[in-house]
């Protein structure tokens, strides 16, 4: 009886625990679903109101002089002086003397060719006279007999003909004697400045030896590089044109420093491979030496950007580079917080911005937080700029 009890009661508890937990599972109430709302994106817009815009093309380019010279030897020596402001660097007035070389060997030259000039003129002395007498010794002879005829050797003309010819031979080795002399000193042909110094004090030279180069200071000019798109929405002076005028721009470099230039003149022609015009901005007096003010000085080799004034666009959106989508798409946040794809005509558009001429309309309002994978209709929550 006890083995049955201690048996029984166990196993009827376990039976009616799996009875319960069974009506429990079967009369459980059922859950409500409640469909959940897609999250909403947070993002920044602004609205697109129509304008006219003065564009300007930003074009990128290296500082050069315009004119750059190297200055060679023109007669040999050895070079016995220098200017102290002969250095990579150094500034020179046009005229100012760089270097001498040791002019005494020209200077002996100079002399042993007047003292064959003065030779040449006594010879040429000597036949005039002697045709002189020739002449009046003919007029007596001619007096007393009329038929007496000259020839070309009578009056010493061939030999007036050589010495004259000498005496010009003459002139020209003193000439040239004399421009030894002169330059044996070594002048700055313009205002400029050192850019390579390649001689040196107690240096033997030749001539065509080469002893510096230079670059003049009046202006610099930048070689700007301009597309056929940045060339159409350009207003550039036809320099075909006697009188046009050239078209100022703002040249600007890594200092934040800005200087005033002009474009002077385009190549005329294009780039056989890239298609590119070249377009020459100019500044006058880059480093302030010829006006003497203290100004920050632009120096040749500069990289700078030139802003180019173009043309007005009338009635033009304008947006931000980055918002614009390929296909000329952009993201309108419509009246119901949702937004839709808008295909645009661009009219222009720069590294910043762009200029859509079609396709949207005042009070559009624009999404620009870039959003991954957009779709359209995606609600989103607009933080307005």
């Known amino acids: 009886m006890n083995l049955v009890i201690k048996i029984g009661l166990p196993v009827s508890i376990v039976l009616s625990a799996i009875t319960i937990a069974w009506i429990l599972i079967v009369n459980k109430p059922q859950a409500s679903q409640k469909p959940s709302e897609p999250p909403t994106l947070l993002v920044n817009s602004f609205v697109v109101q129509p304008e006219d815009v003065a564009i300007s093309v930003t074009?990128?380019?290296?500082v050069e002089p315009h004119t750059e010279t190297t200055l060679v030897s023109e007669v040999a020596g050895r070079i016995i002086e220098v200017s102290p402001a002969f250095l990579n660097g150094g500034f020179f007035n046009a005229g100012d003397v760089i270097l001498r070389i040791d002019p005494r060997n020209h200077i002996a030259e100079l002399k042993r060719t007047e003292a064959a000039l003065v030779r040449a003129r006594t010879q040429l002395a000597q036949e005039e006279s002697l045709a002189r007498y020739e002449r009046g010794d003919f007029e007596e002879l001619k007096s007393t007999n009329p038929n007496v005829n000259t020839s070309d050797l009578s009056f010493r003309k061939t030999q007036l003909a050589g010495a004259m010819a000498d005496v010009v031979a003459a002139e020209a080795q003193v000439i040239r004697a004399s421009g030894d002399v002169d330059r044996a000193e070594i002048q700055m042909p313009y205002a400029g400045i050192v850019r390579q110094k390649r001689a040196e004090l107690g240096q033997f030279v030749n001539p065509g030896t080469p002893l510096a180069v230079v670059f003049a200071i009046d202006f610099a000019e930048v070689r700007l590089p301009l597309s056929t798109v940045q060339v159409k929405n350009l207003a550039l002076p036809n320099f075909q044109v006697?009188?046009?005028?050239?078209?100022?721009?703002?040249?600007?470099?890594?200092?934040?420093k800005v200087w005033?230039?002009?474009?002077?003149?385009?190549?005329?022609v294009l780039d056989a491979r890239s298609r590119i015009l070249y377009a020459i901005a100019r500044v006058q007096d880059p480093y302030g030496f010829l006006s003497g003010e203290d100004v920050e000085p632009l120096r040749i080799g500069t990289f700078v950007d030139v802003a180019i004034p173009g043309k007005s666009l009338s009635n033009v959106f304008t947006i931000e580079r980055h918002i614009l989508k390929p296909g000329n798409k952009v993201w309108i946040i419509d009246d119901e917080s949702r937004i839709r794809a808008r295909t645009v005509t661009l009219a222009y558009a720069d590294a910043q911005y762009a200029y859509i001429s079609s396709g949207l309309i005042a009070g559009d309002r624009i999404c620009v937080t870039p959003?991954?994978?957009p779709l359209p209709g995606t609600l989103v929550r607009v933080v307005e700029n």
């Open 59 to 62: 074009v990128s380019g290296t």
């Open 242 to 256: 006697v009188g046009s005028e050239a078209v100022q721009v703002t040249v600007s470099g890594d200092s934040n």
């Open 260 to 268: 005033r230039g002009e474009i002077v003149r385009t190549e005329g």
């Open 371 to 373: 959003i991954d994978n």
